[in-house]
T-cell receptor, first 115, second 120 residues
Framework: AQSVTQLDSHVSVSEGTPVLLRCNYSSSYSPSLFWYVQHPNKGLQLLLKYTSAATLVKGINGFEAEFKKSETSFHLTKPSAHMSDAAEYFCVVSARDTGRRALTFGSGTRLQVQP | GAGVSQSPRYKVAKRGQDVALRCDPISGHVSLFWYQQALGQGPEFLTYFQNEAQLDKSGLPSDRFFAERPEGSVSTLKIQRTQQEDSAVYLC??????????????????FGPGTRLTVL
């Protein structure tokens, strides 16, 4: 079984300040972990993914995430928020070694960026 | 080429009607997935195809939900006798085999814009 918990349903930051979106996972198998972003009326876009290589993963638009096995966490960060970052963010897990291909999504974190 | 496309983008149905939602995956992608996203929630897995074979349908909520991909490309999700709780955004995703060479490779799923279904 696998699951994802996004610890904050809403995060509000000021433009130019750091962003931290928190995610904890649970998986019986070696996980693959992803962050997706969803802008209003647009499809889900992959920001980054962890697949057992480097634990610090760099993604698009300046985002990065660190896989911490001891803490079962995969928090998403960005040094400086832009207005265009305002969107819904989903932490996602898949069970890499089972052959089961379904993604399990967290409930999402809505990021607001204040001017 | 183009990304994943879905049609229609919006569908309003009266309770009890049948609906059909279409997904055109990225050309050459052998894997196709359907997810259901209720308002304010994260997407939930419905079913998965590899080419024309439906390998996992564990997420389909009832026998009113049926999906097919007869030629291994376009897929249709059909919902019979729609009910109000079926109102959601239905997302389609496609992927190509990962490079890891192992079962359960970490290939990325690319999502379409979704079909918003409203059942009155």
């Amino acid at each position: 079984a696998q699951s994802v918990t996004q610890l904050d349903s809403h995060v509000s930051v000021s433009e130019g300040t750091p962003v931290l979106l928190r995610c904890n996972y649970s998986s019986s198998y070696s996980p693959s972990l992803f962050w997706y972003v969803q802008h209003p009326n647009k499809g889900l876009q992959l920001l980054l993914k962890y697949t057992s290589a480097a634990t610090l993963v760099k993604g698009i638009n300046g985002f990065e995430a660190e896989f911490k096995k001891s803490e079962t966490s995969f928090h998403l960060t960005k040094p400086s928020a832009h207005m265009s970052d305002a969107a819904e963010y989903f932490c996602v897990v898949s069970a890499r070694d089972t052959g089961r291909r379904a993604l399990t999504f967290g409930s999402g974190t809505r990021l607001q960026v204040q001017p | 080429g183009a990304g994943v496309s879905q049609s229609p983008r919006y569908k309003v149905a009266k309770r009890g009607q049948d609906v059909a939602l279409r997904c055109d995956p990225i050309s050459g992608h052998v894997s196709l997935f359907w997810y259901q996203q209720a308002l304010g929630q994260g997407p939930e897995f419905l079913t998965y195809f590899q080419n024309e074979a439906q390998l996992d349908k564990s997420g389909l909520p009832s026998d009113r939900f049926f999906a097919e991909r007869p030629e291994g490309s376009v897929s249709t999700l059909k919902i019979q006798r729609t009910q109000q709780e079926d109102s959601a955004v239905y997302l389609c995703a496609s992927s190509s085999p990962g490079t890891s060479g192992r079962a359960g490779g970490t290939d990325t799923q690319y999502f379409g814009p979704g079909t918003r279904l409203t059942v009155l």
